[in-house]
């Protein structure tokens, strides 16, 4: 689980920088997400929500909780726009995967070169980019991912 004080079910969402961040951007983004927290809700319910890096370039939002409306989806997408300066969070197209535990960034369509010069193979753990639950795994291995083929 990638936030332990959250159930399995909770919400988390996954966004891969295109840099590693500093430890400046860390400390604001944490008082950013935290000030953003203090007016989140859905369906006029306060959300706790929590932030965690990983790798340095790795960033999770998780909420405790599992049903949550649109808006405060929305709310959450806005705030990430709005927050991520020079991260260029919000491109889907980034992925990651782990080599000797060092993480290394890819974009979807070097996927194939990757497999062709053996920088990954059907044991690498890539990132999850379909997570949505906080007890999904964060890195699954080629062969158990959309991408195996």
Request: proline share 3%; charged share 20%; glycine share 4%.
């Amino acid at each position: 689980m990638i936030f332990n004080q959250f159930s399995p079910e909770s919400r988390v969402w996954l966004f891969i920088a295109n840099q590693k961040v500093s430890s400046s951007q860390i400390k604001l983004l944490h008082t950013r997400f935290s000030n953003f927290c203090e007016t989140w809700k859905s369906h006029g319910t306060s959300l706790h929500g929590e932030i965690k890096f990983i790798y340095d370039q790795l960033i999770a939002f998780g909420v405790n909780q599992e049903n949550l409306c649109g808006r405060s989806v929305d709310a959450l997408v806005r705030f990430v726009r709005e927050s991520e300066d020079d991260l260029d969070l919000l491109n889907r197209n980034r992925m990651g995967y782990l080599k000797n535990d060092v993480f290394n960034p890819f974009l979807f369509h070097e996927i194939k070169n990757l497999k062709i010069n053996s920088s990954i193979s059907s044991t690498t753990m890539i990132t999850n980019n379909f997570i949505e639950k906080n007890g999904e795994d964060l890195f699954i291995p080629l062969n158990q991912s959309p991408f195996k083929d």
